[in-house]
């Protein structure tokens, strides 16, 4: 069993930055691949970014490549997800999960541990 808490999110204006963390427990941490998706008010849930298990590959949605930035820290079980040049659009819940398979979690579809979400809303 995994368990995934999120933490950073909150208000910024646009132009800004942040950066979610999320904390792993449970079992083998470092064998997962790790992702972050989001869902805006009245939008299907959104993959954003997952970064391989052991760092070497990194998938973006193509909406964020080249502003937000994935990475993860195995001796500290956690991933972080940096965000730069925000925009009102970025605004949503953001939910990090974790998945054995990378491909499988960059599709969104039966992945198998997901966390309860944080908060980001960017003002324009």
């Known amino acids: 069993q995994v368990q995934l808490v999120e933490s950073g999110g909150g208000l910024v204006q646009a132009g800004g930055s942040l950066r979610l963390s999320c904390a792993a427990s449970g079992r083998s941490f470092s064998r997962y691949s790790m992702g972050w998706f989001r869902q805006a008010p009245g939008k299907e849930r959104e993959f954003v970014a997952a970064?391989?298990?052991?760092?070497?590959?990194?998938n973006y949605a193509d909406s964020v490549k080249g502003r937000f930035t994935i990475s993860r820290d195995n001796a500290k079980n956690t991933v972080y997800l940096q965000m730069n040049s925000l925009k009102p659009e970025d605004t949503a819940v953001y939910y990090c999960?974790?998945?054995?398979?990378?491909?499988?979690?960059?599709?969104?579809?039966?992945?198998?541990?997901w966390g309860q979400g944080t908060q980001v809303t960017v003002s324009s």
């Open positions: 970064v391989h298990w052991s760092g070497g590959r990194i």
């Open positions: 999960a974790a998945d054995p398979s990378l491909p499988t979690l960059s599709l969104g579809i039966n992945v198998e541990y």
